[in-house]
Nanobody, 127 residues
Framework: QVQLVESGGGLVQTGDSLRLSCAAS????????MGWVRQAPEKEREFVAV????????YYADSVKGRFAISRDNAKNMVYLQMNTLKPEETAVYYC????????????????????WGQGTQVTVSS
């Protein structure tokens, strides 16, 4: 059974930083591209970042480029999202997501195309 468990969310002020973590189990983690997606209240899910199976390639939504960094530790089955200079409009539930197509697959840049999801962690940025 695939499980993705996010942690690290919370309430921060504008300009602060947070580091989200996602613990994965029940899947061949080192073979899967992993992404982060967020959903703000009354809005659709939005792609944030993706990292390929080896950790050698990453891609970001334009809105977070230069401020967010995705990384992974295949030995620990963990994926991370370092978020810097947070803005109030980035208040959302942040989800870890897995792409089950296996190694060498192209990275998915559309939120709803991922196959497995965590329960999400709330990030609230106050102004």
């Amino acid at each position: 059974q695939v499980q993705l468990v996010e942690s690290g969310g919370g309430l921060v002020q504008t300009g602060d930083s947070l580091r989200l973590s996602c613990a994965a189990s029940g899947l061949p983690f080192s073979s899967y591209n992993m992404g982060w997606v967020r959903q703000a209240p009354e809005k659709e899910r939005e792609f944030v970042a993706v990292i390929n199976w080896s950790g050698g390639r990453t891609y970001y939504a334009d809105s977070v480029k230069g401020r967010f960094a995705i990384s992974r530790d295949n030995a620990k089955n963990m994926v991370y999202l370092q978020m810097n200079t947070l803005k109030p409009e980035e208040t959302a539930v942040y989800y870890c997501a897995a792409d089950r197509r296996g190694p060498f697959a192209t990275m998915k840049l559309v939120a709803n195309e991922y196959d497995y999801w965590g329960q999400g962690t709330q990030v609230t940025v106050s102004s």
